[in-house]
Structure formats: C-alpha cells, structure tokens
C-alpha cells in the first residue's frame, strides 16, 4: 500500500509524534513566587532545572505531564 499524502503531511505527523512523546518529558517547576519555571524528567527520581529559578525559602512543587503536583526532594 503506497502512502498518498504529501511529504509535507507526512513531515507534519512526524513532529507531532515528536512533540507528544517530548511534552511527556517537560515539568513545570513552582519553586519560586509567582512564575514557574520548566524542567526536564531525566531519569528516574530526577528533573533538570537550572538554579537560578529555585528559591529554597518558598514551597515548591513539580506540575507533571498529568497535571498532578508532586512534592521534590531538592539537592543542592
């Protein structure tokens, strides 16, 4: 069976698929007043985000891709 799309379309549902199984990957990082930042699951246990925009004196949590807030452990 041939594919009878263009190879536009066919480009189009590639990054879509790229972008779907990338956004399960991006967390949002509420460890500051007022603006979140992103961060990246990148293994097990842990999420990349850079420093300047974590502040220890405010309660932080961690948005993931189910919209369910979970509590870090954060390492310095």
Do not use: C, K, Y
Not at 14 to 21: G, I, N, P, R, V
Not at 28 to 36: D, I, M, T
Not at 46 to 54: A, N, P
């Amino acid at each position: 069976m041939t594919d009878t799309r263009t190879s536009l379309a066919i480009l189009s549902d590639q990054l879509a698929d790229a972008a779907a199984s990338a956004g399960e990957s991006i967390v949002a990082v509420h460890a500051r007043p007022r603006l979140p930042s992103t961060g990246i699951h990148w293994q097990d246990g842990v999420i990349v985000t850079t420093d300047g925009t974590v502040r220890f004196t405010v309660s932080t949590g961690i948005v993931v891709a189910n919209a369910r807030l979970r509590p870090p452990e954060l390492m310095p």
